[in-house]
């Protein structure tokens, strides 16, 4: 069982940014989508940005312009860049490795925390 580790959570102030990471623990990057989501209190889970296996990426319209997500293949490593932060993009942030029918990893998550 591949193991998905978040790190790189925090508390920002609005306006600030973090960069989060997803590692997976065993090589799983070949032919399969990265997507990041997100789940506030009282919310339900969005979606953030999804990484195709080409490398494609498609944001949710909250975060276009404002965050960038990038898969390295050769370091086994998904980022995400999060810039000009606000307090509602508070939430616990989780990263997910899947590819249909085959196999479907998430991560614990890591917590996200603008102040305003």
């Known amino acids: 069982q591949v193991q998905l580790v978040e790190s790189g959570g925090g508390l920002v102030q609005a306006g600030g940014s973090l960069r989060l990471s997803c590692v997976p623990s065993g090589s799983i990057f070949s032919y399969n989508a990265m997507v990041w989501y997100r789940q506030a209190p009282g919310k339900q889970r969005e979606l953030v940005a999804y990484?195709?296996?080409?490398?494609?990426?498609t944001y949710g319209d909250s975060v276009k312009g404002r965050f960038t997500a990038s898969r390295d293949n050769a370091k086994n490593t998904v980022c995400m860049q999060m810039n000009t932060l606000k307090p509602e993009d508070t939430a616990v942030y989780y990263c997910?490795?899947?590819?249909?029918?085959?196999?479907?990893?998430w991560g614990q998550g890591t917590q996200v925390t603008v102040s305003s």
């Open positions: 997910r490795a899947t590819r249909v029918g085959v196999f479907d990893y």
């Open positions: 990484i195709s296996s080409g490398g494609t990426t």
